[in-house]
């Protein structure tokens, strides 16, 4: 069974805190993204990354920085976490190719105070 | 521009009635793949169907099916015989293919399905 992790379901830091999200795929996937999802917005994405240490930046990258080290690991980093950061965040896996879809794992839920 | 659009924030829809969820898209890409995605209130995002350009029939999985116009733009999601578990959030997803195999997805704003007993 395909399997993607995320470290937290739930999160609340503070403003100003760096926060550390991460992400686990166990299908040996070339790619994996960072999603944030905010009502009426649908999903948006901010970084994406095809191969270990390579990232391209989503649609918002802004206040956000990726990591991936090891193939099966993306880790989304918060420098400095604000309230408007505040959003349920998606990760997800896919192999290359057009019609490959993309597995997501279960979502953080951060709350910025 | 927005390139994906649904454009029913919520529908209610009978058990055991079919109901279509709107998508119309946008895009200069002659090859695309066009993807929907279920939420329940769980949270995880589940893979229902998928449709490319090229394909001459449309696609289906099940109680689900793809109602492919390419003239028009639209790719609807038909779903036969509600059952109360379909009620969740609907997403409609485009890629177009100039971007590479990186598999970059285009999302649309959700459409909210509650089916009623």
């Known amino acids: 069974d395909v399997k993607v992790t995320q470290s937290s379901r739930y999160l609340v830091k503070r403003t100003g805190e760096k926060v550390f999200l991460e992400c686990v795929q166990d299908?040996?996937?070339?790619?994996m993204f960072w999603y944030r999802q905010d009502p009426g917005l649908g999903l948006r994405l901010i970084y994406f990354?095809?191969?270990?240490?390579?990232?391209e930046k989503g649609d918002i990258p802004e206040g956000y920085s990726v990591s991936r080290e090891k193939k099966e690991r993306f880790s989304l980093i918060l420098e400095s976490a604000s309230t408007n950061q505040t959003s349920m965040y998606l990760c997800?896996?896919?192999?290359?190719?057009?019609?490959?879809?993309?597995?997501f794992g279960p979502g953080t839920r951060l709350t910025v105070t | 521009a927005q390139k994906i659009t649904q454009t029913q924030p919520g529908m209610f829809v009978q058990e055991k009635e079919a109901v279509t969820l709107d998508c119309t898209y946008d895009t200069s890409d002659p090859s695309y793949g066009l993807f929907w995605y279920k939420q329940p209130s769980s949270g995880e995002m589940i893979f229902l169907i998928y449709q490319g350009s090229y394909d001459q029939q449309n696609a289906t999985e099940g109680r689900y099916s793809l109602n492919f116009q390419k003239a028009r733009k639209s790719a609807n999601l038909v779903i036969s015989a509600s059952q109360l578990g379909d009620s969740a959030m609907y997403f409609c997803a485009m890629r177009e293919h100039g971007s590479g195999n990186t598999g970059k997805l285009i999302f649309g704003q959700g459409t909210t399905l509650q089916v009623k007993p």
């Open positions: 990354s095809y191969d270990v240490k390579m990232k």
């Open positions: 299908m040996d996937h070339e790619n």
């Open positions: 997800a896996s896919s192999r290359d190719g057009p019609s490959y879809e993309q597995y």
